[in-house]
């Protein structure tokens, strides 16, 4: 039996209450209310019943911090549908720039002048339909176009691997995928493998910088990271340490509005800002270290 979990809040707050209820789900969705666009509607599913108790309490301690109004909750079962159709309808094949992502379940030709992945949805974020996905997509796609060519790529916070794997068959180079969350970095390297660019990334676990592994390996001159606001801010005095100069940082999973906290952190720490895409509700920066 799945239980939905609903609530709605202001477009800025979405990501704490994300933060708050972890990864013990099935999936996150949110919606912009066509009535007011800066409300947004919160579902979630889960595959057990939720305590509803724990939720409200943590919503109410959160809120209280932030000095703003603790958000509904409302629970209910989720009618039985066909999970397998409806998920195939929810992901068709989508084209982003020079990108084409397509599922397993999809049927049709895999056009021949794209670069194409197949990617299916599951827990690990990345399937190419999220703002900030795309976002990094046509950032990495216009470096490329402008002649940067970097030697030694990191993507944090990899997800299902989609922003390395553009990497490598943009760039045509060797990198590391890393991620905080075991399930993300299984899924990553299962999608590596899927197409065919074992040879090209290794995933490894690890949180931000922290991992042998990646600080044996830096300085880099091209990381991505599509998290989220506040892990990218602190995330920033490593980026100084582990970029090399004139290196690129692409920061993502930002909200438009978080754009100008991140980008100040990261200007803090000699980098400068040199390229902006919103899309929707959300922002990619693209900065440099000087």
Not at 40 to 47: K, Q, S, T
Request: negative net charge.
């Amino acid at each position: 039996m799945l239980y939905k979990l609903e609530f709605c809040c202001h477009k800025i707050h979405v990501p704490l209450f994300e933060e708050i209820l972890g990864e013990e789900h099935l999936g996150l969705s949110a919606f912009k209310k066509p009535e007011n666009p800066d409300e947004w509607r919160i579902e979630v599913l889960f595959d057990f019943t939720p305590n509803l108790q724990v939720f409200n309490y943590l919503f109410k301690e959160a809120s209280e911090k932030e000095a703003i109004e603790a958000p509904y909750l409302s629970l209910s079962i989720v009618p039985e549908i066909d999970w397998l159709s409806e998920n195939r309808k929810a992901f068709p094949p989508l084209t982003i720039g020079d990108f084409y992502v397509y599922g397993s379940h999809h049927e049709g030709a895999i056009p021949q002048d794209k670069i194409s992945f197949k990617i299916d949805a599951a827990t690990a974020f990345g399937t190419g339909q999220h703002a900030t996905t795309q976002g990094c997509l046509i950032a990495l796609e216009k470096l490329q176009k402008q002649g940067f060519f970097p030697r030694n790529p990191l993507d944090i916070g990899c997800g299902t691997g989609i922003l390395g794997m553009a990497i490598a068959r943009l760039f045509n180079v060797n990198l590391i995928a890393s991620d905080c969350d075991l399930e993300a970095v299984d899924k990553a390297a299962a999608n590596v493998l899927e197409n065919r660019l074992a040879t090209h990334i290794t995933c490894h676990l690890s949180e931000g910088f922290q991992s042998t592994i990646l600080k044996e390996k830096s300085p880099y001159d091209l990381v991505t990271a599509n998290i989220l606001a506040e892990p990218l801010i602190q995330l920033a005095p490593d980026m100084n340490s582990y970029v090399t100069e004139n290196g690129i940082v692409i920061l993502s999973g930002l909200l438009a509005t978080q754009a100008e906290a991140v980008s100040s952190a990261y200007q803090r720490f000699s980098f400068k800002e040199i390229k902006r895409y919103p899309i929707d509700e959300w922002m990619t920066l693209v900065m440099t270290r000087i």
